[in-house]
Nanobody, 126 residues
């Protein structure tokens, strides 16, 4: 089991900005699709964004389109989530994740991305 490490979470007011980072010490990082998921108490887990190995594919949940941007640095085994115009409904634990055996981004369910970190908390106040 690979342990990835997320950072960058915190508490901000609505309209604020945060940038999440994830270091992923996984084999062949540059060949893997990376994703961000989030889960808020009492809500279903949501896949927020994903990015293909060569960055030619990015995909976002409708709830964050136009506000969040996913990026990666293959030289640093890192993936990022720039979060602008944050809303209270963005409050959740955020996890970065990847697949252990496939370079394909889909399927994109939580179960299809078994390598994950412990998460970083994002809290947005109104």
């Amino acid at each position: 089991q690979v342990q990835m490490v997320e950072s960058g979470g915190g508490s901000v007011e609505a309209g604020g900005i945060l940038r999440l980072s994830c270091v992923a010490p996984v084999p062949a990082f540059s060949e893997k699709c990376m994703a961000w998921f989030r889960q808020a108490p009492g809500k279903e887990r949501e896949r927020v964004a994903l990015i293909s190995p060569s960055e030619n594919i990015t995909d976002y949940a409708d709830s964050v389109k136009g506000r969040f941007t996913i990026s990666r640095d293959n030289a640093k085994n890192s993936v990022y989530l720039q979060m602008n115009s944050l809303k209270p409904e963005d409050t959740a634990m955020y996890y970065c994740a990847t697949k252990s055996w496939s370079s394909l981004c889909f399927p994109d369910s939580w179960g299809a991305y078994p390598w994950r970190g412990q998460g970083t908390q994002v809290t947005v106040s109104s």
